[in-house]
């Protein structure tokens, strides 16, 4: 996180006859928030503590596994914990692809979003009691949580406006800006906490900040459009029956396979961390081979899902950048920067609060400025190489400062982590709003709801390749290691511009 990824679906067999018509929107004169529908303040004020709570505890997680157990970590090494922070996200954005379908077929938006809000306390909750068990406990309870969460949440923003409510963008505006302020509050809080009392005191005010988010929701769920009970496109009664049976026994088989193969040695957590990988790598795999081969599928609508692989790959090297600034450049702050600005001490956590700050700023500015321009603004599939090519900047501007500099002994000042984040929040914001358009517009309609769970599965895949290459974080100089995967993604975004010609030509009607 990091900034927020908000809409997903999976494949289905065959697409079930609606039991109950979805529910209306809230008249379209409700203006009680900023111009805005009412639920839109009940929406965006769950995402600011949900994204609070998730940030502000992965903000201290790398920190809390590399850390002495005699302070109250779990004593990992660098790479390590960077590795297990990594495969905790790709578990995150996997689930997520399930958490769609659940809502869809199952619960409901809201339910949905109700539930998964509740897993989502109950980890930090379990997260605050100082042991190894609690810990591992407490973030299964989150990602199952957060994969129910936030699939849904950006499905229920566009529930409360008509499709030719004008107002629209406008509201993910606000809503977007939640998800950023909720991104900039939650390191600031949880990193003090955890750097003056404790990591479990951090991971204490993740939890109560989730609460708040739940409370305020149910508060307002009469403003909310989407709440019954049922699922818009709900299973057949015995169909739905068998469905949750299968959940069960197949959650309930893989807790025994998994308990009995950590009991007997071979599941360690390296191998969890490989087997991660691999399902990141293969599930995007199939789901594209999936489509292609649809029948469902035209031509025409096959040929636009061929530079959507471009956006796609682009997406998982622009990730692959953004997540470690919860990873390996809060390593790189907690040991090799100043935390001191002015005469200022502060947590190296709260490097992390950076980037949300400067999400919240430039968004309004990035989008005056493509409205200012109109029609002569770049390009799509430009914006997303752009900030591609950013990203591998904000860690190519991390060599200057450690070049020829070892060990733990050399402090590099403030300003050159935070004008890194300054590059990755500008990257994320050109990428994350032109990369999400776009992939509604190339979508084909038989997979309209569902192919936004190809973007997810791209942040799953750059958590899974990100699992695997911050093992080699503390083995090479830091130089190398930021100065090569700043490189690859500069590369990449090049390579996306180059291709640009190509694809203007096949992504019509992307502008």
């Known amino acids: 996180m990091a900034p927020s990824r908000s809409r997903s679906g999976v494949p289905a ?24 529908p009412r639920g839109l303040l009940t929406l965006s004020g769950l995402e600011v503590w949900e994204r609070f709570s998730f940030l502000g505890m992965q903000a201290i997680l790398v920190l809390y596994f590399a850390d002495a ?53 109950c980890g930090h909750y379990s997260m605050a009691v100082p042991t190894d068990v609690m810990t591992w406990v407490g973030l299964g309870l989150i990602s199952a949580g957060t994969g129910l969460l936030k699939p849904n949440v950006a499905n229920m923003v566009g529930k409360l406006y008509r499709t030719e409510d004008d107002r629209r963008d406008a509201g993910f505006a606000l809503y977007y800006m939640g998800i950023n302020i909720g991104a900039f509050l939650g390191p ?51 169909a ?28 360690t957590m390296d191998r969890f961390v490989d087997l991660l990988t691999l399902i990141s790598v293969i599930a995007p795999v199939v789901y594209f081979v999936w489509m292609f081969r649809s029948p469902r599928v035209s031509a025409e ?3 636009r899902l061929r530079p959507y692989v471009v956006l796609f790959l682009a997406s998982v090297a622009f990730n692959f950048i953004l997540f470690q600034a919860y990873s390996t450049m809060m390593l790189l702050a907690s040991t090799n920067a100043r935390t001191e600005i002015l005469g200022f001490h ?59 500099h070892e060990g733990d002994s050399y402090k590099m000042a403030a300003w050159w982590i935070v004008g890194s984040y300054l590059l990755l929040g500008l990257g ?84």
Do not use: C
């Not at 609606?18 to 900023?34: K, M, S, V």
């Not at 396979?257 to 599941?267: E, I, K, Y």
């Not at 190489?385 to 020829?404: I, R």
């Open 13 to 36: 067999l065959s697409r079930p006859t609606p039991q109950a018509a979805p529910q209306a929107p809230p008249p379209g004169d409700d203006r009680a928030f900023f111009g805005q």
């Open 69 to 121: 157990v005699a302070r109250g970590g779990m004593g990992m090494d660098p790479g390590t914990a960077a590795s297990v922070s990594a495969a905790y996200g790709t578990l995150v954005y996997l689930v997520s692809v399930a958490g769609g379908w659940l809502a869809d077929r199952i619960l409901g938006s809201y339910r949905a979003v109700l539930w998964g809000g509740i897993l989502i306390a």
């Open 188 to 238: 600031l809080i949880t990193g003090w906490l955890g750097d003056h009392k404790g990591w479990h005191w951090g991971f204490s005010a993740a939890a109560i900040g989730m609460t708040f988010g739940l409370i305020q929701y149910v508060a307002g769920r009469r403003h909310l459009a989407g709440r019954k009970a049922s699922a818009e496109y709900a299973l057949p009664r015995a």
């Open 240 to 267: 739905m029956r068998r469905a949750v049976l299968l959940i069960v026994l197949g959650l309930l088989a893989f807790a025994l396979v998994a308990g009995v193969l950590a009991a007997v040695g071979w599941l």
């Open 301 to 303: 609508e096959r040929g």
């Open 346 to 404: 502060f947590p190296a956590s709260w490097y992390a609060s950076a980037l949300g700050a400067f999400e919240v700023a430039l968004a309004p500015v990035v989008a005056a400025v493509w409205a200012r321009m109109g029609h002569r603004q770049p390009h799509a599939s430009n914006k997303i190489a752009l900030g591609v090519v950013l990203g591998g900047l904000s860690f190519l501007l991390m060599v200057l400062p450690t070049a020829g």
């Open 428 to 511: 994320d914001i050109l990428l994350e709003t032109s990369g999400m358009s776009a992939t509604t517009k190339l979508a084909p309609k038989a997979f309209a709801s569902q192919t936004m769970a190809l973007w997810f599965l791209s942040l799953a895949l750059a958590n899974g390749i990100q699992a695997q290459v911050v093992k080699l974080y503390g083995t090479v100089s830091n130089a190398a290691y930021f100065g090569v995967n700043g490189a690859i993604a500069v590369a990449v975004g090049l390579a996306v511009i180059a291709a640009a010609p190509w694809l203007r030509r096949t992504m019509h009607p992307v502008h």
